[in-house]
T-cell receptor
Framework: AQSVTQPDIHITVSEGASLELRCNYSYGATPYLFWYVQSPGQGLQLLLKYFSGDTLVQGIKGFEAEFKRSQSSFNLRKPSVHWSDAAEYFCAVGSNTGNQFYFGTGTSLTVIP | DSGVTQTPKHLITATGQRVTLRCSPRSGDLSVYWYQQSLDQGLQFLIQYYNGEERAKGNILERFSAQQFPDLHSELNLSSLELGDSALYFC??????????????FGPGTRLLVL
């Protein structure tokens, strides 16, 4: 069965520091992978997605993620975090044959000055 | 702004009651998805409709039902409400309803509180 694990429930980084949010998935075939961000009181916004091709994916707001099949990972990175990046981040995996998304439990990011 | 609208934003009701949540997809999107986000269960897929027809079902309780109307808006009906149904309910839409094969755009959610 498909599943997504975000091992870090909460992360605190200083503004300007680099960021990496971890995501591991379990899926039998090539997955579709996504990162969403949820700001307080808001819906989910798509940051980036991986369907196939180049394993390094560029997204909005300066985020990128790298698909590593050997590690079943799709970690999200940003070289320099801004205070406005404080939010909840969700990794999701989908099937190329089914219609369901499976979300991780989310990582809450706090940015300190 | 994703272009997906949901009403109401907040809903407070009592146990045993029934409520209806409404979602209007982005212009041009044919498919609507419903999700429930709660503290203990996280974000879970409930159900998907495509052009008026049910296409996929997730962890949706029998007390819950949904439909998509000819104008493509969708309603999620929650009945015999229990305290545990308190959650944030999201609607998302996509163009062709290929599920994970295409981007889903999420609405701002309806926060339901059952007292």
């Amino acid at each position: 069965a498909q599943s997504v694990t975000q091992p870090d429930i909460h992360i605190t980084v200083s503004e300007g520091a680099s960021l990496e949010l971890r995501c591991n998935y379990s899926y039998g075939a090539t997955p579709y992978l996504f990162w969403y961000v949820q700001s307080p009181g808001q819906g989910l916004q798509l940051l980036l997605k991986y369907f196939s091709g180049d394993t390094l994916v560029q997204g909005i707001k300066g985020f990128e993620a790298e698909f590593k099949r050997s590690q079943s990972s799709f970690n999200l990175r940003k070289p320099s975090v801004h205070w406005s990046d404080a939010a909840e981040y969700f990794c999701a995996v989908g099937s190329n044959t089914g219609n369901q998304f499976y979300f991780g439990t989310g990582t809450s990011l706090t940015v300190i000055p | 702004d994703s272009g997906v609208t949901q009403t109401p934003k907040h809903l407070i009701t009592a146990t045993g009651q029934r409520v209806t949540l409404r979602c209007s997809p982005r212009s041009g999107d044919l498919s609507v998805y419903w999700y429930q986000q709660s503290l203990d269960q996280g974000l879970q897929f409930l159900i998907q409709y495509y052009n008026g027809e049910e296409r996929a079902k997730g962890n949706i309780l029998e007390r819950f039902s949904a439909q998509q109307f000819p104008d493509l808006h969708s309603e999620l009906n929650l009945s015999s409400l229990e305290l545990g149904d308190s959650a944030l309910y999201f609607c998302a839409s996509s163009v062709n309803g290929r599920g994970a094969g295409e981007t889903q755009y999420f609405g701002p959610g309806t926060r339901l509180l059952v007292l």
